[in-house]
């Protein structure tokens, strides 16, 4: 690092990557052999499952190595982490808005062609066989246990900048028991359910966005305990703790997704908001939006030029 010229950091040579793609080619193809119940496909997908965990892990010991020993970690290098994280949560949002736009297109506009597969009458939703949960019961539980998990992390990211690292590990278990005692009320829930995810297009929306936001739940638990394990060897300072940080994103994005999935999907707020949104996003509505939006683009733009905000430097 001293004899460099630039702020980034070049990575030596590594073999996790040639791993990682072999892990992952072994889970699929296991996978797919297991689905298809050919012989060696469980073995096959396990090994591949358990060298992906090992992957994980020998990548991201090499990933804090660098930070701690190597320090590598420039200021660059910290803002280029941030924003590949960043984007990956980006890319998680438009992971979601795919389930969220099955469920709405089917809610909103419940329609006769799908009745054939799904059994939905024209105007029904939910379908008459469903007998969906009480979204004041065991989903509203739910949601107060990840909003006090949302203000534990925060409390946690709250102390580390201050220094106190016995609030930090008081508020990070805090936090992981918040997030484990979430995954066990949704397995009760599962195993209570009315309906199962064959039956019809609402099991089904309903089983894979609050499924998958689940296990996004269960990685961020993970995600939280690794930190919790860090916190105790005394691995995160004010200044650098881009672990935590990113911990911490991962775990209010999470938050966030369930709002809207006990919003949206548990109280069904589409379908009882569809009069206002009828109303309000007219053509004519939608047509002043875009101009008075591109007016004030044109303002923002010509009022920061004006002021020298987009200065080139050379270097």
Known sequence: MSNQTHPYHLVNPSPWPALAAGALLST???????????????????LGFFMILYTMYVWWRDVVHEA???????????????????????????????FFWAFFNASTLPKLPLAE??????????????????????????????????????????????????????SLWLTVILGVTFTLCQAFEYTHAAFGFRDGIYASTFFMATGFHGFHVLVGTIFLSVCLARAYKGQFSPQHHLGFEFAAWYWHFVDVVWLFL????????ANRLMPVFEAVF????????????VLAGGYWGMRTLLKGGFKVSAH
């Open 28 to 46: 699929t193809l296991g996978t797919a052999m297991f689905m298809h119940q050919k012989s060696g496909g469980v073995v096959l997908m396990a």
């Open 68 to 98: 701690r020993v190597d320090h590598a970690h420039t200021p660059a290098v910290r803002r280029g982490l941030r924003a590949g994280m960043a984007l990956f949560i980006v890319s998680e949002v438009l992971f979601f808005a795919a």
């Open 117 to 170: 597969t799904w059994g939905i009458q024209p105007g029904v939703w939910p379908p008459k066989s469903i007998h969906p949960f009480d979204p004041f019961h065991l989903p509203f539980l739910n949601t107060l246990i990840l909003l006090l998990s949302g203000t534990t992390v925060t409390w946690a990211h709250y102390a580390l900048l201050q220094g106190n690292r016995k609030e930090l590990i008081q």
């Open 262 to 269: 006990f919003v949206f999907i548990y109280n069904n707020m």
């Open 282 to 293: 007219t053509g004519t509505n939608l047509l002043i939006a875009f101009v008075v939006a």
